[in-house]
Protein backbone atom coordinates (compact mmCIF):
# COMPACT_ATOMS: atom_id res chain seq x y z
CA UNK A 1 0.00 0.00 0.00
CA UNK A 2 1.23 3.27 -1.01
CA UNK A 3 0.73 6.29 2.04
CA UNK A 4 1.78 9.40 2.80
CA UNK A 5 2.99 11.03 6.29
CA UNK A 6 1.21 13.95 7.97
CA UNK A 7 4.24 16.00 6.75
CA UNK A 8 3.86 14.90 3.12
CA UNK A 9 6.30 12.13 2.62
CA UNK A 10 5.36 9.57 0.46
CA UNK A 11 6.39 5.32 1.21
CA UNK A 12 5.41 2.20 0.75
CA UNK A 13 3.69 -0.36 3.51
CA UNK A 14 3.29 -4.02 3.17
CA UNK A 15 -0.09 -4.76 5.13
CA UNK A 16 0.37 -3.93 8.50
CA UNK A 17 -0.12 -6.30 11.16
CA UNK A 18 -2.75 -5.97 13.87
CA UNK A 19 -2.10 -5.65 17.33
CA UNK A 20 0.65 -4.05 18.99
CA UNK A 21 3.78 -2.16 17.43
CA UNK A 22 6.04 -4.88 15.66
CA UNK A 23 9.63 -4.76 14.85
CA UNK A 24 9.81 -3.00 11.73
CA UNK A 25 12.17 -3.15 8.78
CA UNK A 26 13.23 0.16 5.91
CA UNK A 27 14.08 -1.56 3.00
CA UNK A 28 15.70 0.31 0.10
CA UNK A 29 16.80 -0.82 -3.71
CA UNK A 30 13.92 1.53 -6.17
CA UNK A 31 10.99 3.11 -5.68
CA UNK A 32 9.30 2.75 -2.28
CA UNK A 33 6.40 0.24 -4.50
CA UNK A 34 9.18 -1.54 -6.60
CA UNK A 35 11.30 -2.54 -3.60
CA UNK A 36 8.62 -4.08 -1.82
CA UNK A 37 7.88 -6.22 -5.20
CA UNK A 38 11.09 -7.03 -7.52
CA UNK A 39 12.63 -10.06 -6.33
CA UNK A 40 15.41 -10.76 -5.18
CA UNK A 41 15.29 -7.20 -3.45
CA UNK A 42 12.35 -7.63 -1.48
CA UNK A 43 12.87 -11.08 -0.05
CA UNK A 44 14.61 -9.79 3.01
CA UNK A 45 11.33 -7.79 3.66
CA UNK A 46 9.08 -11.02 2.35
CA UNK A 47 11.09 -13.21 4.79
CA UNK A 48 10.40 -10.98 7.67
CA UNK A 49 7.21 -9.73 7.15
CA UNK A 50 6.19 -13.07 7.19
CA UNK A 51 7.29 -13.35 11.43
CA UNK A 52 5.10 -10.64 12.38
CA UNK A 53 7.40 -7.17 10.88
CA UNK A 54 6.15 -4.58 9.24
CA UNK A 55 8.37 -3.62 6.21
CA UNK A 56 8.08 0.03 4.54
CA UNK A 57 10.07 1.67 1.81
CA UNK A 58 10.51 4.67 0.23
CA UNK A 59 11.70 6.23 -3.24
CA UNK A 60 15.31 6.52 -3.43
CA UNK A 61 16.68 10.08 -4.78
CA UNK A 62 15.78 10.26 -8.28
CA UNK A 63 13.95 7.05 -8.56
CA UNK A 64 9.59 6.98 -8.48
CA UNK A 65 8.06 9.95 -7.41
CA UNK A 66 10.66 11.61 -6.20
CA UNK A 67 11.88 12.18 -9.56
CA UNK A 68 11.83 15.83 -10.40
CA UNK A 69 10.90 16.88 -14.20
CA UNK A 70 13.59 16.94 -16.39
CA UNK A 71 15.91 15.87 -14.18
CA UNK A 72 18.04 11.97 -15.15
CA UNK A 73 16.71 9.22 -13.37
CA UNK A 74 18.32 7.01 -11.10
CA UNK A 75 22.19 7.39 -10.42
CA UNK A 76 22.62 9.35 -13.29
CA UNK A 77 20.05 11.92 -11.26
CA UNK A 78 22.57 11.17 -8.20
CA UNK A 79 25.26 12.47 -10.22
CA UNK A 80 23.36 15.80 -11.65
CA UNK A 81 22.12 17.08 -8.08
CA UNK A 82 25.68 16.28 -6.57
CA UNK A 83 27.47 18.38 -9.51
CA UNK A 84 24.77 20.88 -8.34
CA UNK A 85 25.77 20.82 -4.68
CA UNK A 86 22.45 19.28 -3.62
CA UNK A 87 23.57 16.70 -0.34
CA UNK A 88 21.18 13.65 -1.60
CA UNK A 89 21.63 12.00 1.57
CA UNK A 90 20.58 14.78 4.45
CA UNK A 91 17.10 15.11 2.56
CA UNK A 92 16.82 11.14 2.46
CA UNK A 93 17.43 10.91 5.78
CA UNK A 94 14.75 13.46 6.43
CA UNK A 95 11.89 11.29 4.45
CA UNK A 96 13.39 7.92 6.42
CA UNK A 97 12.93 10.14 10.06
CA UNK A 98 9.75 11.52 9.48
CA UNK A 99 8.44 7.82 7.75
CA UNK A 100 9.60 6.27 11.19
CA UNK A 101 7.95 9.02 13.31
CA UNK A 102 4.44 8.44 11.83
CA UNK A 103 4.95 4.60 11.89
CA UNK A 104 5.48 5.09 15.32
CA UNK A 105 3.19 7.83 16.11
CA UNK A 106 0.66 5.51 14.48
CA UNK A 107 1.43 2.59 16.92
CA UNK A 108 2.73 -0.13 13.93
CA UNK A 109 6.79 0.45 14.27
CA UNK A 110 8.35 -0.25 17.98
CA UNK A 111 10.84 2.30 18.39
CA UNK A 112 12.76 -0.20 20.17
CA UNK A 113 12.80 -2.70 17.19
CA UNK A 114 14.34 -0.84 14.14
CA UNK A 115 16.19 -1.81 11.12
CA UNK A 116 17.20 -1.05 8.00
CA UNK A 117 18.44 -2.91 4.49
CA UNK A 118 19.11 -2.66 1.01
CA UNK A 119 21.01 -3.83 -2.06
CA UNK A 120 23.77 -2.01 -4.16
CA UNK A 121 22.54 1.95 -3.80
CA UNK A 122 19.59 1.16 -1.16
CA UNK A 123 22.13 -0.70 0.89
CA UNK A 124 24.21 2.87 0.94
CA UNK A 125 20.91 4.92 2.01
CA UNK A 126 20.20 2.07 4.53
CA UNK A 127 23.68 2.71 6.61
CA UNK A 128 22.71 6.43 5.39
CA UNK A 129 19.19 6.41 7.24
CA UNK A 130 20.67 4.61 9.75
CA UNK A 131 23.76 6.86 10.94
CA UNK A 132 20.73 9.66 10.68
CA UNK A 133 18.70 7.92 13.22
CA UNK A 134 20.09 5.92 16.31
CA UNK A 135 16.86 4.43 16.83
CA UNK A 136 18.00 1.87 14.07
CA UNK A 137 19.45 -1.06 15.65
CA UNK A 138 20.50 -2.77 12.87
CA UNK A 139 21.01 -2.74 8.85
CA UNK A 140 21.75 -5.10 6.28
CA UNK A 141 23.63 -4.53 2.96
CA UNK A 142 23.71 -6.69 -0.05
CA UNK A 143 26.57 -5.53 -2.44
CA UNK A 144 26.54 -2.37 -0.44
CA UNK A 145 27.53 1.08 -2.28
CA UNK A 146 30.33 2.56 0.55
CA UNK A 147 31.63 5.53 -1.87
CA UNK A 148 30.01 7.33 -4.76
CA UNK A 149 33.00 7.58 -6.47
CA UNK A 150 33.04 3.96 -6.99
CA UNK A 151 29.96 4.39 -9.33
CA UNK A 152 30.85 5.14 -13.08
CA UNK A 153 28.24 7.72 -12.81
CA UNK A 154 29.94 9.85 -10.45
CA UNK A 155 33.12 10.42 -12.83
CA UNK A 156 34.32 13.92 -12.57
CA UNK A 157 33.52 14.66 -9.19
CA UNK A 158 36.29 12.55 -7.49
CA UNK A 159 37.54 16.20 -6.01
CA UNK A 160 33.92 16.90 -5.11
CA UNK A 161 33.94 17.78 -0.92
CA UNK A 162 30.37 16.91 -0.80
CA UNK A 163 30.34 13.66 -2.62
CA UNK A 164 33.83 12.84 -1.14
CA UNK A 165 31.56 13.37 2.42
CA UNK A 166 28.90 11.18 1.65
CA UNK A 167 31.30 7.92 1.82
CA UNK A 168 30.01 5.58 4.50
CA UNK A 169 33.79 5.71 5.88
CA UNK A 170 32.53 9.54 7.33
CA UNK A 171 29.06 8.15 8.78
CA UNK A 172 31.19 5.45 10.89
CA UNK A 173 31.42 6.92 14.12
CA UNK A 174 27.84 7.30 13.77
CA UNK A 175 27.46 4.20 13.03
CA UNK A 176 29.77 2.38 15.73
CA UNK A 177 27.92 -0.05 17.67
CA UNK A 178 24.94 -0.59 15.97
CA UNK A 179 24.87 -4.20 14.04
CA UNK A 180 26.26 -4.50 10.48
CA UNK A 181 25.85 -7.12 8.17
CA UNK A 182 27.65 -6.63 4.61
CA UNK A 183 27.31 -9.75 2.18
CA UNK A 184 29.51 -9.02 -1.58
CA UNK A 185 30.92 -10.96 -4.24
CA UNK A 186 34.67 -11.59 -4.02
CA UNK A 187 34.89 -9.62 -7.49
CA UNK A 188 32.41 -6.82 -7.51
CA UNK A 189 33.75 -4.37 -9.60
CA UNK A 190 30.32 -2.10 -10.23
CA UNK A 191 30.98 -0.82 -6.46
CA UNK A 192 34.07 -2.17 -5.40
CA UNK A 193 34.48 -5.30 -3.14
CA UNK A 194 37.48 -3.94 -1.67
CA UNK A 195 35.63 -0.73 -0.53
CA UNK A 196 33.28 -2.66 0.98
CA UNK A 197 35.86 -5.03 2.86
CA UNK A 198 37.83 -1.86 4.06
CA UNK A 199 33.95 -0.46 5.32
CA UNK A 200 33.41 -3.31 7.32
CA UNK A 201 36.86 -3.45 8.86
CA UNK A 202 36.47 0.63 10.16
CA UNK A 203 33.54 -0.28 11.38
CA UNK A 204 34.67 -3.38 13.05
CA UNK A 205 37.43 -1.21 14.56
CA UNK A 206 34.78 1.31 15.48
CA UNK A 207 32.34 -0.71 17.28
CA UNK A 208 35.59 -2.58 19.64
CA UNK A 209 34.26 -2.39 23.47
CA UNK A 210 31.37 -1.09 22.28
CA UNK A 211 29.22 -4.40 21.60
CA UNK A 212 29.58 -8.00 20.97
CA UNK A 213 32.51 -9.48 18.62
CA UNK A 214 29.50 -10.24 16.53
CA UNK A 215 28.66 -6.96 15.85
CA UNK A 216 29.73 -6.47 12.22
CA UNK A 217 29.40 -9.35 10.01
CA UNK A 218 31.13 -9.81 6.43
CA UNK A 219 30.75 -12.23 4.36
CA UNK A 220 32.78 -11.98 1.13
CA UNK A 221 31.38 -15.08 -0.96
CA UNK A 222 32.86 -16.33 -4.96
CA UNK A 223 30.28 -14.87 -6.79
CA UNK A 224 31.06 -12.98 -10.06
CA UNK A 225 30.35 -9.59 -10.87
CA UNK A 226 27.41 -7.35 -8.67
CA UNK A 227 25.02 -9.74 -7.30
CA UNK A 228 22.13 -9.86 -4.74
CA UNK A 229 21.49 -13.75 -4.29
CA UNK A 230 18.47 -14.77 -2.66
CA UNK A 231 20.18 -17.39 -0.01
CA UNK A 232 21.94 -13.59 1.30
CA UNK A 233 18.44 -12.47 1.90
CA UNK A 234 17.56 -15.50 3.44
CA UNK A 235 20.72 -15.19 6.10
CA UNK A 236 20.32 -12.02 6.55
CA UNK A 237 16.44 -12.46 7.84
CA UNK A 238 17.93 -14.89 10.46
CA UNK A 239 20.36 -12.39 11.42
CA UNK A 240 17.80 -9.51 12.31
CA UNK A 241 15.51 -11.30 13.70
CA UNK A 242 18.12 -12.19 16.16
CA UNK A 243 19.44 -8.95 16.68
CA UNK A 244 16.25 -7.18 16.65
CA UNK A 245 13.21 -9.24 16.12
CA UNK A 246 13.00 -9.69 19.88
CA UNK A 247 11.22 -6.97 22.37
CA UNK A 248 13.22 -5.75 25.64
CA UNK A 249 11.39 -8.91 27.04
CA UNK A 250 13.05 -11.14 25.17
CA UNK A 251 9.95 -11.84 23.24
CA UNK A 252 10.01 -13.17 19.33
CA UNK A 253 8.12 -11.64 17.23
CA UNK A 254 5.71 -14.03 15.56
CA UNK A 255 3.68 -14.93 12.55
CA UNK A 256 0.60 -12.96 13.20
CA UNK A 257 -2.23 -12.39 10.22
CA UNK A 258 -1.80 -8.88 8.48
CA UNK A 259 -5.49 -6.68 8.76
CA UNK A 260 -5.52 -3.01 8.24
CA UNK A 261 -5.25 -0.73 11.45
CA UNK A 262 -4.40 2.51 12.29
CA UNK A 263 -2.61 3.61 9.22
Known amino acids: M ?22 TLLLFAWSGSRTLEDKPYCRVGRLLHARGWNVASLDLP ?6 RPGEPEELDGWAARCAAGENIVAGFQRRVNDVLQHLIGAGVADSARLATAGTSRGGFMAFQAAAGNPRIRAVAGFAPVTDLLALRELAGQEDSLLVRGLALHQAVPALAGRAAWITIGNADERVGTGRAVAFARALTLAAHGRGPADTVVLRVLPVPGHASLPEWHDEAAEWLQAKVGSDPHGRAARQVSSTPNRM
Open 62 to 67: CHGGDR
Open 2 to 23: DLTTSSGTAFSLLPPHAGAAAP
